[in-house]
């Protein structure tokens, strides 16, 4: 009977019962809720990279660790919270402060983004004098204070002859208290090529400015609002005739970390929390569904073929199934993930093998039921082949139940990676929201009371597989004649 | 040449600001009001809590009066803004490195050392890693170690120019297509370098570093793998097998240099023994030896000296960092000693621990502090882990302590001491150690303590051929009380810090220990004293006495009313008060909870009753 | 039972003595001192061909021989008895007040189909599903423990513990509520979902509307004739549920650094600590069967057709 039209036939009828079962799906509160939810899980996968520019990981210190979200500067409390602030200071903001002095022994040029500073002895009017140049630039800071900032910049120094030169940075607050951050003494000849780093971390640094060293030297130094001034001091000592002194500054930076960012903040290293969750959400998917597909299908197989073959092959199977359904899950899969390594592919190879039983079991009973029914019967008369019958009559029949069940153990595989993952057992190259809460777990987000750390990713997991169990609670009622109301 | 001389400069004012730094923390943690008299506390409760969140907020609401060890850079800027409490830092005797396998083709050309040396920033590891909270090291000593430090010694800051043409002019080209550099000797791209380093779990901080590393080396073309690997496998293919490439690892060192003689002379390049980079120079070695055999303090220091110099140029290991020791406590205690190289709570600063009183109270109360481990052993002979040291110390007194404050060794059991030569053999010169005993001292039991037990405890220790205190009787000849009070140590080997390593020995009382066949499997802290009740056969004469462990959940030990240095106004302590307090609210609990929990009960199976109906 | 014993055991030997590359390095430690080496090679016949070792496997496992840490070099089967009443304390009361509150909920709610409790039973079913334990676990940590310090953050038992009986276990019991109230949270739901499901099942039997018809009352119903009849598939499902709940005890040992076997194995796998990774998955499969095994008791002594 395999003529086009009864193959057409076939796929129309298919159609219409497809269309009859979603009409009727749709009369479900819960199964439409957890449709809609889970698609909107699906867009947030697809578009991951649409939706955030940064990488979850790669990306750290866009603000200093465990910032708050950049929303929660609508609170009054943290109307000013710092945010990051990152300035370059190009070669012509530059000028030369009126309190230097004699500072016209010194050339200034200002080109093609570097500052250069050049001096000589041609240039000096009388012995002994003090010769000082000062560089200015400002800058508005107008927020409460940070915990971290770094300067850097680039300094080639080019000597001819023996110059006797000092080169200091301060740093000049709008109350006029004055940092001095960095300092460099040249004395003989040669050149140099500099890259010099100020943080604000450092220890040296706090101890030189007279500051316990576990104190906090951003929040010392910024701590007002308002204009400050980064400053420039090179003072030169006595030259000889022949002696030559070239600076040249290179990029200048500052960089303020904030205390916000994001629509998540930031976790222990920086990293935006946001696009981390976004991230996680295809590992979620990915896992949640390959794992749950490849159990299923196992417990299929498992199941027909013990339920239809019946006698030794059941009784062997079955007491497998029931072997291993004792052995407590999650504590073998810590081992063997611990003997075979942390990657996705063998977290989805551990969940499908430790996962078919229970649908086996569940398919299993299935088949024996459809086994007696008498369409069965009549075709083994006709003389149908086991595999055609096992195929073409029961499979059909299983299959409702498949769909319910696999929808149902989606949940299972995400929630027991996401358990691997918070004990630090998943793949740690990929931000899965297990791993975000192990990271909030392990590096202080508890006691700094991060909710925007600790929640996000908790309740990723929670309404995702929610909207799975929707998913299967509304098929199972559709499909599964059992509970239908009497 | 310019540059170099430049680079110079710019090593010279480095070194110069590491050294003025080291200063400067002399005089930014002052030591505060001590004596040599004490304890004062009553009481000292090891509560046993194993991870840092925990631990901080057993600290934070008072559970706890101390917390050691703060690593995470969170923890430390938390409880630094905390008003009740006050954090105590101190540059550690600490030394974390990257070592060198020089056995193997490119690690033994001093060359590729020295710009792999290059590589390295450990400033912004610093930064990065530990937010500022540990020390960049470029010496092969911790600037800690105070006159034995060299500061004048070449040093390697990042520079990745540098580098590249260090291995450039060392014939390391780079291939454009590969990324790689060639190995000049076979003109084939570098294999792949493997870098060990501990997991990820166990120790996340060194295994980032291992990251950056490998990180940068592949920018210069040099194939660095990151390797994280389990610790047990890492220390039998780094100390037995020697079959690694590079690893990462750090030592916690003494307060001698002494470990520049058995990490890098060559006679320590056997499995088992610690010269893992295999660097075997003989010049090295006469200096190491004039080190290690040395008998007078500037031999020894210039020979220190001298061979630090002379590490920074062979570069077996690159110096990454040193860590700093910070300790918590709260604002209502006082007596906290800061020792410079330990730390404020370290077990081996002796002098916190007989110093320590509440502010309120300058004798007896209890003081709680978080053990950060179990313990698995307080056999002292077995013992490896710093936390059974840290309940164990306060129980013992060793022949010498340290001047907190000049770093000057000082008379406690022995009060006084001599080295002396004398010929062991045909011209053989050897040493004798003497120590001149006080005679006040007394066991916890009770029992007077002489030079016997001393004399016991050397010849038990070299007759259970002990190896973790092997060098106290790997050169023994023998050992003689002409008195009570007098114990001579007589060696075939000669050097300064003979007089340390038994200074600082764990004298082991002769009448407990002497039938003790089996020192492996004696467990002294379990079995109770033969003669005197509430002790257990773990005593010593230190200032405290141990009372009891409860297995992964705390340790306990008692003030020692006989310790010879007791305070003479410490007052026996008022246990019985305390009890009857704990006694009146237990009570009330259970009063107050029993009848509520019996109503709900009540109330619950009501309504069963009634929705039944 | 027996059968199923052997089968963990040989399921035990193979993932830890014959998936390894180097099967003794999952016994041996290479810094114990060399007599306790040999000692431990004789005892697991290290060099003897697989059969062999297979069968001193079986017969160390049985009598208790679970090797020696290499962590703490200690005996695990001295570490696991340590720990285990700890781990039976929290996973049995929480078993038990998870079974309590969730079956008792499922009777309510299948009685009054359609009624407050009845979606308040489904609903809690399906949370159970999909919150992650250890969220919950998290949660309540952060709430009870740190934002409102009501609750201790780890451990067993206070430092000092009170030395006073009484005093003593309200200690014990104050710091297990948290992980008590986790576990039950999580599991509770199912137990009410699947209760309900199963008498809404036998409510719609004959014998119920006749039994309703001759004028029993409602409690009779639901009791003697409801609840009776569904108790066999619910220590099925008992039994079958016992493995879900040591490993939610295990994610809420770790949490809340409860001082347990769960938490043994997890500082095992950190530390690769073969001796105490295989030590503690054989006592969890070992309690696991324990309990199926009074699961198959309680179920022939509640089965009408089993009884005699």
Request: aromatic content about 12%; overall charge negative; proline content about 6%.
């Amino acid at each position: 009977m395999t003529t086009k039209k009864a193959k057409h036939r076939q796929y129309g009828a298919f159609f219409r019962r497809a269309k009859d079962f979603l009409t009727v799906y749709k009369n479900s509160k819960l199964g439409m809720a957890g449709a809609i939810m889970l698609s909107l899980f699906i867009f947030f996968a697809i578009a991951a990279p649409l939706l955030t520019p940064y990488e979850p990981i790669k990306d750290t210190y866009l603000a200093d660790s465990v910032a708050m979200p950049l929303w929660m500067t609508m609170v009054p409390e943290y109307k000013n919270a710092p945010r990051t602030t990152e300035i370059k200071f190009n070669a012509n903001y530059w000028t030369i402060d009126e309190s230097s002095l004699n500072s016209n022994y010194f050339e200034v040029i200002q080109k093609n983004d570097r500052l250069i500073v050049q001096f000589s002895k041609v240039n000096v009017m009388k012995e002994n004098e003090t010769h000082e140049l000062m560089m200015v630039v400002n800058f508005n800071y107008p927020y409460d204070p940070p915990s971290t900032f770094n300067i850097k910049f680039e300094l080639e120094t080019t000597i001819i002859g023996e110059a006797d030169y000092t080169v200091e940075l301060f740093l000049r607050t709008p109350s006029g208290i004055n940092y001095n951050l960095w300092n460099i003494e040249g004395i003989n000849q040669g050149n140099a090529s500099i890259k010099a780093v100020i943080d604000s971390r450092d220890i040296p640094l706090k101890m030189r400015l007279g500051l316990n060293p576990l104190s906090n030297l951003a929040k010392n130094t910024f701590s007002e609002k308002g204009e400050y001034e980064l400053i420039f001091r090179i003072s030169s000592g006595q030259l000889d005739n022949s002696d030559e002194c070239r600076l040249d500054f290179g990029k200048i930076n500052l960089k303020i970390l904030g205390e916000v960012h994001g629509l998540l903040g930031t976790d222990h290293v920086g990293s935006d929390i946001f696009s981390q969750l976004l991230f996680g959400t295809r590992i979620s998917l990915l896992i949640g569904i390959l794992a749950a597909l490849l159990a299923i299908s196992i417990g299929l197989l498992v199941g027909l073929i013990a339920g239809y073959y019946g006698s030794f092959v059941d009784e062997t199977l079955m007491r497998i199934v029931d072997i291993l359904l004792s052995i407590p899950g999650l504590a073998l899969l810590m081992v063997l993930v611990t003997f075979l390594g942390k990657n996705i592919w063998n977290i989805v190879l551990l969940l499908g093998l430790l996962g078919w039983m229970g649908f086996a079991r569940a398919s299993r009973s299935q088949v024996l039921s459809l086994k007696e029914r008498t369409f069965v019967e009549a075709s083994r008369a006709l003389g149908a082949s086991n595999k055609r019958i096992i195929f073409r009559q029961i499979l059909p029949n299983v299959m409702p139940l498949v769909f319910a069940t696999l929808v149902l153990s989606i949940p299972v595989a995400i929630l027991t990676e996401s358990a691997l993952s918070f004990l630090g057992l998943g793949d740690p190259r990929i931000s899965s929201w297990g791993r975000i809460l192990y990271n909030a777990y392990s590096f202080g987000g508890f006691s700094k009371l991060a909710w925007w750390w600790i929640l996000p990713p908790g309740l990723a997991i929670t309404i995702l597989s929610l909207s799975f169990v929707f998913i299967g609670h509304a098929l199972d009622e559709l499909l599964n004649p059992r509970l239908r109301k009497r | 040449m310019n540059k170099v001389i430049n680079a110079m400069i710019l090593a010279i004012l480095l070194c110069s600001s590491s050294f003025l730094t080291t200063l400067c923390y002399s005089y930014s943690q002052d030591i505060g009001q001590w004596e040599s008299n004490g304890p004062r506390v009553d009481e000292i409760f090891f509560s046993i809590i194993l991870s840092p969140d925990p631990q901080k907020i057993a600290l934070k609401t008072g559970e706890v009066q101390m917390m050691p060890d703060l690593i995470r850079p969170i923890d430390i800027e938390e409880l630094a803004e905390d008003p009740n409490i006050k954090l105590f830092m101190t540059p550690g005797l600490h030394m974390f490195y990257l070592c060198f396998n020089m056995r193997r083709e490119p690690f033994d050309d001093p060359d590729f050392r020295k710009a792999v040396a290059y590589i390295l920033e450990k400033e912004e590891i610093t930064r990065t890693i530990f937010k500022g909270y540990v020390s960049p090291l470029d010496t092969f000593v911790p600037p800690a170690q105070g006159e034995w430090y060299n500061p004048d010694v070449p040093t390697y800051p990042f520079d990745l120019d540098k580098a590249n043409e260090i291995l450039d002019g060392a014939e390391y080209i780079l291939d454009p297509d590969t990324g790689k550099r060639v190995d000049p000797k076979t003109g084939e791209p570098l294999r792949d370098l493997i870098f060990f380093t501990p997991t990820y779990e166990v120790a996340p901080t060194s295994a980032e570093i291992g990251r950056l590393i490998c990180e940068r080396a592949n920018e210069v073309g040099l194939p660095f793998v990151h390797t994280p690997m389990d610790f047990p496998v890492m220390i039998r293919k780094t100390g037995d097998e020697r079959d690694f490439d590079m690893y990462v690892l750090a030592w916690g060192l003494g307060r001698f240099p002494t470990h520049l003689y058995t990490l890098f002379h060559s006679k320590f390049d056997i499995p088992g023994a610690q010269n893992m980079p295999g660097i075997r120079d003989k010049e090295l070695d006469t200096i190491l030896e004039r080190l290690w055999y040395g008998i007078e303090k500037d031999e020894v220091k210039e020979a220190a000296h001298e061979a630090q110099e002379m590490l920074s140029e062979l570069v077996p290991y690159v110096p990454i960092y040193s860590r700093f020791h910070i300790y918590a406590f709260s604002t209502d205690w006082n007596g906290i000693v800061n020792m410079p190289g330990f730390g404020a709570g370290h077990y081996n600063n002796g002098w916190t621990w007989l110093n320590l009183h509440h502010k309120d109270r300058p004798f007896g109360g209890t003081f709680k502090r978080v053990l950060s481990e179990k313990l698995d052993t307080l056999n002292p002979l077995v013992s490896t882990s710093a936390y059974e040291q840290d309940v164990m110390s306060p129980i013992f007194s060793g022949l010498l302590t340290v001047n907190p404050e000049t770093m000057d060794d000082m008379p406690w059991i022995a009060k006084d001491w001599e080295i002396k030569e004398w010929e062991y053999e045909e011209g053989e010169i050897g040493s004798i150690v003497t120590y001149h005993l006080l005679e006040s001292i007394t066991w916890q039991d009770g029992k007077p303590f002489t030079s016997e037990d001393i004399k016991f405890c050397i010849e038990y220790i070299r007759d259970n051929q002990i190896p973790l205190y092997v060098q106290s009787w790997d050169n023994l000849v023998k050992v003689e009380t002409p008195d009570e009070y007098t114990v001579s140590i007589y060696l075939n080997s000669t050097g300064y810090w003979y007089l340390y390593t038994y200074a600082g020995m764990t004298i082991l009382p002769k009448h407990i220990w002497e039938g003790v066949e089996d020192y492996r499997n004696f467990r002294p802290w379990e079995e109770p004293h033969p003669e005197v009740e509430g002790l257990t056969k773990l005593i010593g004469t230190g200032p405290f006495i141990f009372k009891e462990y409860i297995p992964g959940e705390y340790a306990r030990v008692v003030w020692n009313p006989l310790f010879f240095r007791n305070h003479p106004d410490h007052p026996l302590p008022a246990t019985e008060i305390t009890e009857a307090e704990q006694e009146l609210t237990s009570y009330l609990i259970p009063i107050i909870a029993i009848p509520i929990l019996g109503i709900a009960f009540w109330l619950l199976y009501k309504k069963k009753l009634s929705t039944r109906k | 039972m027996a059968i199923t014993l052997f089968a963990v055991i040989t399921i035990n030997f193979i993932v830890f003595n014959m998936m390894p590359a180097d099967p003794v390095s999952t016994i041996l430690d290479p810094n114990l001192p060399f007599e306790a080496q040999q000692l431990l090679r004789k005892e697991f016949g290290l060099d003897q061909p697989l059969h062999i070792r297979y069968v001193l496997y079986v017969k160390n496992l049985l009598s208790g021989e679970l090797g020696v840490s290499f962590w703490s070099k200690k005996p695990v089967i001295d570490e696991i008895m340590e720990r285990l009443p700890n781990t039976i304390l929290l996973t049995g009361t929480a078993a038990l007040t998870s079974m309590f509150i969730g079956i008792s909920l499922g009777i309510f709610a299948s009685s009054k189909r359609g009624s407050k409790f009845d979606i308040a039973a489904i609903g809690s079913g399906l949370f159970a599903y999909g919150v992650p334990t250890f969220f919950i676990g998290l949660l309540l940590l952060l709430v009870f423990a740190y934002l409102i310090p009501i609750f201790p953050t780890a451990g067993t038992i206070s430092r000092p513990p009170p030395t006073e009986f009484f005093a003593h276990i309200l200690d014990v019991l104050w710091h297990l509520t948290l992980p008590l109230l986790t576990i039950t949270i999580a599991a509770f739901g199912g137990w009410a979902l699947y209760t309900r499901n199963l008498l809404l099942d036998v409510l719609t039997e004959d014998y119920i509307v006749t039994a309703r018809a001759k004028g029993l009352s409602e409690r009779t119903i639901l009791f003697k004739h409801g609840f009776r009849n569904i108790l066999p598939p619910l220590i099925t499902i008992m039994a079958l549920s016992i493995p879900g709940i040591f490993t939610g005890s295990l994610i809420t040992e770790v949490i809340f650094s409860w001082h347990g076997v769960g938490r043994f194995l997890f500082e095992g796998v950190m530390r690769v600590d073969y001796p105490v990774m295989q030590g503690c998955f054989y006592i969890i499969a070992i309690l696991v069967l324990l309990s199926n095994f009074f699961a198959d008791i309680l179920y022939s002594l509640v089965d009408p057709r089993i009884r005699r």
